[in-house]
């Protein structure tokens, strides 16, 4: 079965760090090839993109990051080809949401210093991050 798992959400205080993971599954999750996302969801909001890797061969791999999280949020691609990380840093109360991680082919997704997140296909199905006192 194809599919993308996250993990390493959880409650942490205002100003403390996690760590997400975003495994795929069933495929290998060659970064050559595709874009890779992070996208949120807080209750009664839309989703959000919050970061992006774009793939190698489109763009280098190259990274963007919503304002918000600038210089919080880092994302980077684990040693084996099945693992990207947002590691997240300084959390805030307004972080607070469903965190997702989802693919994009090669040239889509993650260009023109944004999140395109129409163009992602496979999503996983979201990891609860929780940062309050």
């Known amino acids: 079965q194809v599919q993308l798992v996250e993990s390493g959400g959880g409650l942490v205080q205002p100003g403390g760090s996690l760590r997400l993971s975003c495994t795929a599954s069933?495929?290998?999750?060659?970064?050559?090839?595709?874009?890779i996302g992070w996208f949120r969801q807080a209750p009664g909001k839309e989703r959000e993109g919050v970061s992006c890797m774009s793939s190698v061969k489109s763009n280098n791999g190259h990274t963007y990051y919503k304002d918000s999280v600038k210089g919080r949020f880092t994302i980077s691609r684990g040693n084996d080809k099945n693992t990207v990380y947002l590691q997240m840093s300084s959390l805030k109360p307004e972080d607070t949401a469903t965190y997702y991680c989802?693919?994009?082919?090669?040239?889509?997704?993650?260009?023109?210093?944004?999140?395109?997140?129409?163009?992602?296909?496979?999503w996983g199905q979201g990891t609860q991050v929780t940062v309050s006192s």
């Open positions: 069933g495929f290998t999750l060659d970064l050559d090839y595709y874009a």
């Open positions: 989802a693919t994009a082919d090669s040239g889509y997704g993650c260009y023109g210093g944004k999140i395109h997140l129409y163009d992602y296909e496979q």
